[in-house]
Structures are given as C-alpha cells and as structure tokens.
C-alpha cells in the first residue's frame, strides 16, 4: 500500500473533484457497482482506443485522459470535439489502459456520452489477468475515499488535544497528531489489517 497515495485522497481539495457519489449526468440515473475514483491532476491515466477506419484494415488511434475509474469502466476526456464523435453509444473497441507505465489490454462498450468532449466506458468480458495492476492502483484510493473524520467530542476525554482520528473501510484508522499554534502535522499512524506505519 503507498501512504502517499492514501493520504493525498484523505486530504486532496475535494472542491475541485466531483463527489464520487454524484451523477454526472441528468439524463443518465445509474447504480454504482464499485467505488469510482477521480484522477487527481498530477496523476496520468490514459486509455488509448483503436479506432477503425473507412479503409479496410486500417485504424487510428485515439488517445484519451482518464477523469474517474472504477473496476468496470472509466470516464474519458478526448482531446478534441472531432475525435470524441468517432464514439458512439453501443461502440466497442479494442482499447488499452496506462496505468504507472503498463498497458492493460481491454475491450470497451461506450455506454455513455456525456459532452462534447466526454464519454463513459464498460470494461467487457474476458477480463485479462492484468486488471489486477488496476485495483492495486485503486485499493489506497478507495481507502482514502472510505475515510471519515470521527467527532472530536467523541474521543474518550484525556486524549491529548490537537488529535485527528479519521476511520475507513476494513477497519482503516489514521491517526494524526497536529501542532495548533503552527498549524502542522506532528506525526501521523496508519493501523491497516493489524500493520502500523508511522
């Protein structure tokens, strides 16, 4: 698990990312199966879709940034207005997904199309062995997203002051002990699956 990428979801400015629960769509009312996580901008996560052409066997790429994902699909941002109309609702394509340098070989159903320069993605059946490497990338985020920060009031009296006690999914505590007179972090302890970091 990468601490770093736990804590920048626990704290990222959650005013610029959309809640995760949100729909991005009025027209479209969907149930969500599985946790979707915003893209923060300093992480890069592209889909590169294999377009086919008028001519026979011939193609184009088309390269795609990732705004949220999720195990069963991802919403896409196209460079142009021009290439996001080479998708349609109910198109499959042979794509690919970069996550941290490797591509995960993947067939998509577009589902969704949701501007001029977005759409939304299935990932279809088989499923390669490699999408292990994508809910790897997601688990620290999903955590992260999972965190809530307990009632100061809560916390049994003789605590010390200036403690933060955030909680998760399978039993994720984060414990962050601040400095009030400066406003900065003293140490910080992360109990998951029965390990401590510090």
């Given amino acids: 698990m990468n601490l770093r990428s ?3 979801h626990i704290f990222s400015s959650d005013q610029e990312n959309q809640p995760s629960n949100q729909i991005h769509s009025d027209q479209w009312k969907e149930k969500r199966r599985s946790n979707r996580v915003d893209i923060l901008k300093n992480e890069l996560l592209e889909v590169h879709l294999l377009s086919p052409e008028k001519e026979p066997q011939s193609a184009v790429t088309l390269v795609t940034k990732v705004k949220n994902i ?3 699909g991802c919403r896409l ?3 142009t207005t021009e290439e996001r109309n080479r998708v349609k609702i109910g198109q499959s394509f042979v794509a690919s997904l970069g996550i941290e340098d490797f591509a995960i070989p993947l067939t998509v159903e577009v589902v969704r199309v949701l501007n001029d320069l977005e759409a939304a993605i299935l990932f279809k059946p088989p499923f ?3 999408l292990e490497r994508l809910e790897k990338f997601l688990e620290p985020r999903c955590i992260g997203l999972s965190m809530r920060e307990i009632d100061p009031s809560h916390i049994q009296g003789g605590m010390e002051k200036g403690l933060r006690w955030f ?7 984060l414990f962050s002990w601040i400095d009030q007179d400066r406003n900065t972090i003293i140490q910080q302890q992360l109990v998951f699956l029965d390990q401590v970091v510090e």
Avoid: D, W
């Fill in 70 to 72: 999720s195990l069963r």
């Fill in 167 to 173: 909680h998760g999914v399978n039993e994720t505590n």
């Fill in 128 to 130: 390669p062995k490699e």
């Fill in 77 to 79: 941002f196209f460079k």
């Fill in 6 to 8: 736990l804590l920048n």
